[in-house]
């Protein structure tokens, strides 16, 4: 199960009970922000891709969402999401619950620059129904983010 894998994951800097189960699904950035009782917009949603040969995942703001040009300029390809199966089966998690951490193969994460304009924000963590509040430093450091993105639209503020 996806959700002990994270569990796992976070066990290595003893953040595992910092993990939320919820009673309720959390799987779109609508229900998560319902069930968190936060606004949409800090839900870190991750979006799974395929980048000519290998598999990114890239997390954004909730309220962002991929700009095709910009994601050409950056990459130099154009966007392809993966199926569910492909999802499951390349990056480990079931839609609705991917999230960057215990993930499986190698697969490259890109924290998009929509994220930092918040304290913290929520990721998944593997499920359907659970959750984790993370600043954004910890994001940084629990995803190998590679780098930074701007890959994003329509959430932008006059301070960014």
């Known amino acids: ?6 569990k796992d994951f976070f066990r290595q800097f003893g953040l595992e009970e910092k993990i939320i189960e919820l009673d309720t699904s959390s799987a779109t950035v609508e229900l998560a922000a319902k069930a968190l009782r936060c606004e949409g917009k800090r839900i870190a949603k991750t979006l799974s891709l395929k980048l000519n040969d ?40 079931e839609v609705g619950g991917v999230c960057p951490f215990g993930i499986s193969g190698d697969v ?23 959750a984790i509040e993370l600043d954004i430093k910890s994001m940084e450091r629990y995803t190998r983010n590679k780098k930074w993105i701007d890959v994003c639209k329509d959430w932008q503020t006059d301070d960014f």
């Open 54 to 93: 290998r598999f990114i995942l890239i997390v954004m703001a909730g309220d962002a969402k991929i700009d095709n040009a910009k994601y050409r300029a950056e990459f130099g390809a154009k966007v392809r999401m993966l199926s569910a199966d492909e999802v499951l089966a390349n990056i480990g998690h």
């Open 1 to 6: 199960m996806a959700l002990d894998k994270v």
């Open 108 to 130: 490259d994460i890109y924290l998009d620059k929509s994220l930092k304009r918040f304290e913290s924000v929520f990721p998944a963590c593997g499920s359907r129904n659970s």
